[in-house]
């Protein structure tokens, strides 16, 4: 349970340095340039990425905390379908899904993490999703904050056919997880109650 708890810190942790320490981020880029500073925060999120997955899987066999009844299962994978297609309109020229959800990857994480906390009740995945829901939220906040300061501005609307895109793609991915991907990389088939 430790690897996984350091494994989020980690990562999480990395993934919060604008919010919590801007500062030290600036310092950083400065030292090292922007592209050695991509290349440091590439290197790092990967490796606390890494202690995370061996740590949440060494953390497995932990004693269930609650037993979620066997309906919300099909919760998730309806929310799951939802997060792949705010995941897939993150990445495309923006159309009205990202530009309504103002931040469609972080509400593709949050979605996913609530989907994944309805679903499982053991104690390491219980820790888990609520750590990338919280950290969803706070960004979010974040985010907001920043757009009120003029430091980022919204991604302006392109075109309603990266809609469509997004939601293709968004359910293409979902069709592949639940098919085979999600039992092949995690081990676990999602239509398995």
């Not at 440091?40 to 990425?49: G, K, T």
């Not at 705010?86 to 509400?107: D, N």
Request: hydrophobic letters at 60%.
């Amino acid at each position: 349970m430790s690897l996984l708890i350091l494994g989020i810190v980690l990562f999480l942790g990395i993934h919060l340095v604008r919010v919590v320490a801007p500062g030290f981020r600036t310092s950083l880029i400065a030292s090292l340039g922007e592209a050695g500073w991509k290349i440091a925060y590439s290197i790092a999120s990967i490796v606390a990425l890494v202690v995370l997955i061996y740590g949440f899987g060494q953390a497995r066999d932990m004693t269930p905390i609650w037993s979620p009844p066997f309906w919300m299962s099909h919760i998730t994978i309806l929310l799951m379908l939802l997060a792949l297609i705010c995941l897939a309109a993150s990445l495309l020229p923006a159309g009205h899904i990202a530009v309504r959800t103002k931040h469609p990857m972080v509400l593709s994480v949050k979605i996913w993490a609530l989907a994944h906390l309805l679903s499982n009740g053991d104690g390491a995945a219980i820790l888990l999703f609520a750590a990338f829901l919280a950290w969803g939220v706070i960004l979010r906040i974040s985010l907001k904050r920043r757009e009120r300061a003029g430091e980022i501005t919204l991604r302006p609307f392109v075109s309603a056919t990266y809609d469509l895109y997004a939601i293709v793609i968004g359910a293409v991915a979902w069709g592949l997880i639940i098919w085979k991907l999600h039992a092949w990389i995690i081990g676990v088939s999602p239509l398995v109650m």
